[in-house]
């Protein structure tokens, strides 16, 4: 346990030590071979290019003492292939460069997870993407400073779920460019990266279930949110997209007019110094849309939101604590404007819709009605 190991040579004389060079490697698993190998320091040579399905799975995992890794030459991938392959090698200080335009399900999932030591990520050129293909690929890479390329617009459920989460010095975000997104495609892609001050622009018009859930959650000093220009909404598309976000002064305008169950939920959660909402336009409404939305917006004074009152009263805790502990801070005055008077007074008549700091007759709050004045 005390004495290091360097490992050299060519992987493939395991399989033919007399042929290695030309033996069959579509078949050959090495995952595990080295896990938790403490004391390795060097790998040997990968070099095939056809691959089986987990044939690296967890092959160097938590090999603390392992300094590089070999070169990874296959361009098309199998399922699992890399899967957790370099995950926990925390002296790990550069990846290799992973070529590979045809990925597969779960192929990088994992792969380079908790490498403390990597400051950089290799190119990833594939514009098509897989199930779960980048997911937590470099999850807690605390000393990532720069996210690669992502030129992909063909995406797929998971892809980048998690993909940078923990990166807490990782200071810009790639652009992410396609238009047409795929269920949690986003989800929790840049959770807790605190150094993170501007999000990339995120143009899709047609959402997809979870697709941006928790995005920039805990990304305290996020300054300002990208356009989201969708009025296609799915469930929970926003849901957690900006929690905690301490940072974050002002809201992205939101032009859906049709919304879907849980799309906002949670969306601007603890942001502190959040002091005015958008209007929320919509006039239709669904199951727990607007559930927590500005909770803990402490510095919050102005919200406009447009539902009539069959909305409101009809959609399962459809606004439920959105303004909970919102605009609490000393001296703010808080300005609510909702449709018209049945509106408000669908508010009121539900438990936990309207705070009384938010209601008529509180000092500093003005309550007015879209149709026909105060």
């Known amino acids: 346990n005390n004495v290091n190991v360097a490992c050299t040579g060519d992987i493939r004389t395991l399989l033919d030590w007399r042929n290695y060079n030309i033996v069959e490697t579509n078949n050959a698993k090495f995952c595990y071979l080295f896990e938790n190998c403490s004391v390795l320091t060097t790998a040997p040579e990968l070099p095939a290019t056809k691959l089986a399905e987990h044939c690296y799975t967890d092959m160097f995992y938590g ?75 470099f999850d807690g890479c605390t000393n990532l400073t720069s996210a690669p390329e992502l030129p992909a617009t063909e995406l797929a459920t998971y892809c980048y779920y998690e993909m ?68 296609t909404l799915a469930d929970y598309c926003y849901n957690n997209m900006f929690v905690n976000c ?38 239709t409404l669904a199951d727990y849309c607007y559930f927590g939305m500005f ?40 300005t609510l404007k909702v449709m018209d008077e049945a509106a408000y007074n669908a508010l009121v008549s539900k438990t936990n819709y309207l705070p009384d700091n938010w209601k008529k007759g509180t000092a500093g709050t003005t309550v007015l009605y879209e149709n026909n004045g105060k």
């Open 164 to 231: 940078f989460n923990g990166c807490k010095n990782l200071t810009s975000a790639p652009e992410l460019p396609a238009t047409t997104l795929a269920n949690y495609c986003y989800d929790s892609m840049f959770r807790l990266c605190t150094k993170l001050t501007s999000a990339p622009k995120l143009p899709a018009t047609t959402l997809a279930d979870d697709c941006y859930s928790s995005m920039f959650a805990e990304c305290t000093k996020l300054t300002s949110a990208p356009k989201l220009p969708a009025t």
């Open 246 to 283: 301490t940072n974050l002064t002002s809201a992205p305008v939101l032009p859906a007019n049709t919304l879907k169950r849980n799309c906002y939920s949670n969306m601007f959660y603890g942001c502190i110094n959040l002091t005015s909402a958008t209007e929320l336009p919509a006039t």
């Open 63 to 137: 090999c603390t003492n392992l300094t590089s890794a070999p070169v990874l030459p296959a361009t098309e991938l199998a399922t699992y292939c890399y899967y957790e392959m370099f995950s926990g090698c925390t002296s790990l200080t550069s990846a290799p460069e992973l070529p590979a335009t045809t990925l597969a399900d779960d192929c990088y999932s994992n792969m380079f997870k908790k490498c403390t030591s990597l400051t950089s990520a290799p190119e990833l050129p594939a514009t098509t993407l897989a199930k779960y293909c980048y997911r937590n690929m």
């Open 295 to 334: 909770y803990n917006c402490t510095k919050l004074s102005t919200v406009t939101m447009l539902a009539p009152d069959s909305e409101i009263t009809s959609k399962s805790d459809c606004i439920y604590n959105w303004l909970y502990n919102a605009g609490t801070d000393e001296n703010v005055n808080r």
